[in-house]
């Protein structure tokens, strides 16, 4: 998504016009930006894969890309919302839409602290083989990062996803990159996730 886009994008939303004016793809606090535009895309590595019951391993690759906003409340917090296409990449592709609700502690103009948790869904494990059917299931996921001017990001991420055999919570650590480092890798992972879908969502 180019900076136009996202321009465009928030001028639909917001009643201000004087807005756009304070609105930041590089996040800092209140009264430097009255709006962040997320922008995130990174690699995962799932720190638990305890055997289902059926007798298959988790995938342990993830990749996501979120969009989002955050508004600056004062010079400390700020709340927002994302929207994410990720995907699990290892021997099967999935596909795990989410949408989270996200809270930024500013720890100093660079520096913020970011929680989020929302909704999931996922394919949930159901028979006794790796290629048995898999539901769609609907799941949790909250995430704790360390956002350095949200070009790099480091994350913690659980996620938690049950089915009538399994309940399957997924310990994850990883990296994204955000505001214009990773515009061209948004467009690649875009790309690979609907090629992925396409071929077997």
């Given at each position: 998504?180019?900076?136009?886009?996202?321009?465009?994008?928030?001028?639909?939303?917001?009643?201000?016009?004087?807005?756009?004016?304070?609105?930041?793809?590089?996040?800092?606090?209140?009264?430097?930006?009255?709006?962040?535009?997320?922008?995130?895309?990174?690699?995962?590595?799932?720190?638990?894969?305890?055997?289902?019951?059926?007798?298959?391993?988790?995938?342990?690759?993830?990749?996501?890309?979120?969009?989002?906003?955050?508004?600056?409340?004062?010079?400390?917090?700020?709340?927002?919302?994302?929207?994410?296409?990720?995907?699990?990449?290892?021997?099967?592709?999935?596909?795990?839409?989410?949408?989270?609700?996200?809270?930024?502690?500013?720890?100093?103009?660079?520096?913020?602290?970011?929680?989020?948790?929302?909704?999931?869904?996922?394919?949930?494990?159901?028979?006794?083989?790796?290629?048995?059917?898999?539901?769609?299931?609907?799941?949790?996921?909250?995430?704790l990062g360390l956002s350095f001017g949200?070009?790099?990001?480091?994350?913690?991420?659980?996620?938690?996803?049950?089915?009538a055999q399994d309940r399957d919570v997924?310990?994850?650590?990883?990296?994204?990159?955000?505001?214009?480092?990773?515009?061209?890798?948004?467009?690649?992972?875009?790309v690979l996730l609907g090629v992925g879908?396409?071929?077997?969502?």
């Amino acid at each position: 998504m180019s900076r136009l886009t996202m321009s465009a994008f928030i001028l639909l939303v917001l009643p201000q016009g004087s807005a756009l004016a304070q609105t930041c793809f590089r996040g800092h606090p209140a009264p430097q930006c009255r709006l962040v535009v997320l922008n995130e895309v990174g690699y995962a590595h799932r720190l638990n894969g305890t055997t289902f019951s059926y007798g298959g391993r988790p995938q342990v690759h993830y990749l996501a890309l979120e969009l989002g906003l955050l508004r600056n409340r004062s010079p400390r917090w700020a709340i927002g919302a994302t929207i994410g296409a990720n995907a699990l990449v290892d021997y099967q592709f999935e596909l795990r839409p989410t949408l989270q609700g996200r809270l930024r502690y500013w720890a100093n103009p660079v520096v913020g602290i970011d929680l989020s948790a929302g909704p999931l869904v996922g394919e949930a494990a159901s028979d006794t083989a790796i290629d048995s059917p898999r539901p769609h299931r609907l799941g949790l996921i909250s995430e704790l990062g360390l956002s350095f001017g949200d070009r790099v990001k480091l994350l913690t991420q659980v996620e938690y996803l049950r089915d009538a055999q399994d309940r399957d919570v997924g310990i994850w650590l990883g990296g994204r990159l955000g505001s214009a480092p990773a515009m061209w890798a948004s467009l690649a992972t875009g790309v690979l996730l609907g090629v992925g879908c396409a071929l077997a969502c």
